[in-house]
């Protein structure tokens, strides 16, 4: 089986900031203990990672970045007898990759995993301590998650989900950042009742993912808040309600409330990670409301928030990173595969990974319309 895996393959590495992502030949990775490989059909282009691209939130280089991944399983490391998983599955990985280990895993809070944060998010490393990357000459290489721009991928066996036989991967790739993190924030973040009222403030690729996946969850109203007249009609095919635009509103809170009979929104989702996209998402709130924010700073970044407002109002902010990987991973395929996530529609656009800096390049621009994926086969 390794006889069919070439020794060295093609990633994107970042090297510095100011050169950007370069096409780089390197050692391909096998995997250890309770990991399989990947040969990476496709990655999707996330906003987290033009913060690390552009070194706001500093990460060890080089590195490997990319974080939504879906691919074939060619290689499944030892200790994986009960994973169900082996050679030939089609999967999507996700970019939250629980340990599956630590006090917070085993209380099935996949999203509080320490190791994750400790060894992946700020050493680039997997839980032996080791990136499974390397140069030619054999110098570490620092993975963002699974490193998913490269030809293959090692991911743990508790963040990866096979999916149908009759599935898109390529498409599918979006599962394991966009709408996993669309689904924690709706299901976990929001806990969303059905008959709730809802604003997603930044409809963009995990943004846009939020509106299907709440009407899904019963939501009464959707009021898509952005800057782009084109998002927002997309935001208005995936299922938004109404639509403000805030950059020519003359007052997005009047608008939210003329549309809610005077009450604001249950539940108001942000997906930027600016203060004035919270600004605006607080604003919009009903009292009791719980405010969602999923979007992350570029680097330490606060946001005001009005004391009294918060306490007389009894309004929350519930944090949301991610999902429960191995339990919504699934749920969120399940959902992609029954149509309830057109996960196919939510990707625009394909690039080879020789182009992949040019797709970052137009998503900082703010043009990328839903998610834009590297599709290895290009
Ligand atoms: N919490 C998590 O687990 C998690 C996971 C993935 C991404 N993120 C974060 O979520 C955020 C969104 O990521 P994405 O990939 O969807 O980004 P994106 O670039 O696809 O979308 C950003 C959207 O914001 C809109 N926008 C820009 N300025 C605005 C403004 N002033 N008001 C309203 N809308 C505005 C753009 O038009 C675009 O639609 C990023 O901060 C990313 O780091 C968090
Ligand atoms: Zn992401
Ligand atoms: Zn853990």
């Given at each position: 089986m390794?006889?069919?895996?070439?020794?060295?393959?093609?990633?994107?590495?970042?090297?510095?900031?100011?050169?950007?992502?370069?096409?780089?030949?390197?050692?391909?990775?096998?995997?250890?203990?309770?990991?399989?490989?990947?040969?990476?059909?496709?990655?999707?282009?996330?906003?987290?990672?033009?913060?690390?691209?552009?070194?706001?939130?500093?990460?060890?280089?080089?590195a490997?970045?990319?974080?939504?991944?879906?691919?074939?399983?060619?290689?499944?490391?030892?200790?994986?007898?009960?994973?169900g998983?082996?050679v030939?599955?089609?999967?999507?990985?996700?970019?939250?990759?629980?340990c599956?280990?630590?006090?917070?895993?085993?209380?099935?809070?996949?999203?509080?995993?320490?190791?994750?944060?400790?060894l992946?998010?700020?050493?680039?490393?997997?839980?032996?301590?080791?990136?499974?990357l390397?140069?030619?000459?054999?110098?570490?290489?620092?993975?963002?998650?699974?490193?998913?721009?490269?030809?293959?991928?090692?991911?743990?066996?508790?963040?990866?989900?096979?999916?149908?036989?009759?599935?898109?991967?390529?498409?599918?790739a979006?599962?394991?950042?966009?709408?996993?993190?669309?689904?924690?924030?709706?299901?976990?973040g929001?806990?969303?009742?059905?008959?709730?009222?809802?604003?997603?403030?930044?409809?963009?690729?995990?943004?846009s993912?939020?509106?299907?996946?709440?009407?899904?969850?019963?939501?009464?109203?959707?009021?898509a808040?952005?800057?782009?007249?084109?998002?927002?009609?997309?935001?208005r095919?995936?299922?938004?309600?109404?639509?403000v635009?805030?950059?020519?509103?003359?007052?997005?809170?009047?608008?939210v409330?003329?549309?809610?009979?005077g009450?604001?929104?249950?539940?108001?989702?942000?997906?930027?990670?600016?203060?004035?996209?919270?600004?605006?998402?607080?604003?919009?709130?009903?009292?009791?409301?719980?405010?969602?924010?999923?979007?992350?700073g570029?680097?330490?970044?606060t946001?005001?928030?009005?004391?009294?407002?918060t306490?007389?109002?009894?309004?929350?902010?519930?944090?949301?990173?991610?999902?429960?990987t191995?339990q919504?991973?699934?749920?969120?395929?399940?959902?992609?595969?029954?149509?309830?996530?057109?996960?196919?529609?939510?990707?625009?656009?394909?690039?080879?990974?020789?182009?992949?800096?040019?797709?970052?390049?137009?998503?900082?621009?703010?043009?990328?319309?839903?998610?834009?994926?590297?599709?290895?086969?290009?």
């Amino acid at each position: 089986m390794s006889a069919q895996i070439p020794s060295t393959m093609r990633a994107a590495v970042l090297r510095d900031p100011a050169e950007g992502l370069r096409i780089e030949e390197i050692r391909t990775p096998h995997p250890k203990a309770g990991e399989v490989l990947i040969k990476v059909a496709a990655c999707g282009l996330c906003h987290s990672d033009l913060h690390v691209l552009g070194g706001a939130i500093a990460f060890p280089l080089p590195a490997v970045v990319g974080h939504e991944v879906s691919g074939q399983i060619v290689e499944v490391g030892p200790g994986n007898e009960h994973t169900g998983l082996a050679v030939g599955q089609q999967v999507a990985g996700a970019f939250l990759m629980p340990c599956g280990q630590c006090d917070a895993c085993a209380a099935g809070r996949d999203d509080l995993c320490g190791p994750f944060f400790e060894l992946n998010r700020l050493q680039g490393r997997l839980y032996d301590g080791t990136t499974r990357l390397a140069t030619l000459d054999g110098d570490p290489i620092a993975m963002y998650s699974m490193g998913g721009l490269a030809e293959y991928a090692v991911i743990p066996s508790t963040s990866v989900t096979p999916v149908p036989d009759d599935f898109d991967v390529v498409s599918g790739a979006i599962l394991g950042c966009a709408a996993m993190t669309a689904y924690g924030a709706v299901r976990r973040g929001a806990d969303l009742r059905s008959g709730e009222t809802v604003a997603v403030v930044a409809t963009g690729g995990v943004g846009s993912t939020i509106i299907p996946i709440a009407k899904s969850f019963g939501a009464r109203q959707i009021v898509a808040i952005d800057v782009s007249d084109e998002k927002l009609a997309d935001a208005r095919a995936l299922g938004a309600t109404h639509t403000v635009n805030s950059a020519t509103s003359a007052d997005v809170r009047a608008e939210v409330f003329a549309v809610t009979g005077g009450r604001g929104v249950d539940v108001a989702f942000e997906a930027l990670g600016r203060p004035q996209t919270w600004t605006t998402a607080l604003d919009v709130l009903a009292d009791g409301g719980r405010m969602v924010p999923i979007g992350l700073g570029a680097g330490v970044q606060t946001a005001p928030v009005e004391i009294n407002r918060t306490v007389r109002r009894s309004q929350s902010i519930l944090g949301s990173y991610g999902a429960r990987t191995r339990q919504d991973l699934p749920e969120v395929v399940r959902l992609a595969a029954a149509g309830v996530v057109d996960y196919r529609g939510l990707v625009s656009r394909r690039y080879p990974l020789e182009q992949v800096a040019d797709g970052y390049a137009a998503l900082r621009r703010g043009e990328i319309r839903g998610r834009a994926v590297v599709d290895m086969s290009l």
